[in-house]
């Protein structure tokens, strides 16, 4: 395992008024992403009408992209409020070589986990980066 801190030049995939979605290089598991919001805020329930209706309209976009592109079957998203970073939903990707974890709410972090000591090399980000950039891509479409 490389131990190397990698730095990503544009994280952004996908843009619009009030929300940016970005890869999670901190975890490097292709189709890990974060939608977070432009203004900052702790809670969906601080959403203007306009922010609502965008930002469903940002997860189906994404997620229709994460079953086209990557073949992602099942997604978990998280939000929590009581976060410093202000709001974000993970939109979290369940691949094949997950399933000795579990498909329960609890493999999640012994994933990630195992991502972070053992997928951060320089092919995986390699990867990560190219599925990152092709979504992107069928997101500007």
Same mark, same amino acid.
């Given at each position: ?7 990503? *030049? ?10 940016? %979605?970005?890869?999670?290089? *901190? ?39 994460? =079953? ?30 997950? *399933? ?23 092919? =995986? ?5 190219? %599925? ?10």
């Amino acid at each position: 395992m490389e131990n190397k801190k990698y730095v990503f *030049e544009d994280d952004v995939i996908f843009e619009t008024d009030h929300f940016v %979605v970005g890869q999670d290089w *901190e975890v490097p598991i292709c189709g890990f992403f974060i939608v977070a919001t432009k203004r900052k805020i702790r809670s969906f329930m601080e959403f203007t009408d306009k922010e609502s209706v965008e930002f469903m309209d940002v997860l189906r976009k994404v997620r229709k992209c994460m =079953q086209k592109e990557l073949d992602i079957d099942d997604v978990y998203m998280f939000q929590n409020e009581d976060t410093v970073h202000g709001f974000h939903l993970w939109m979290f990707p369940r691949s094949e070589w997950m *399933e000795k974890f579990g498909r329960k709410i609890e493999s999640v972090r012994p994933i990630m986990e195992y991502a972070e000591k053992n997928m951060m090399t320089g092919g =995986q980000i390699e990867k990560v980066k190219r %599925v990152a950039e092709g979504v992107r891509k069928a997101l500007m479409k």
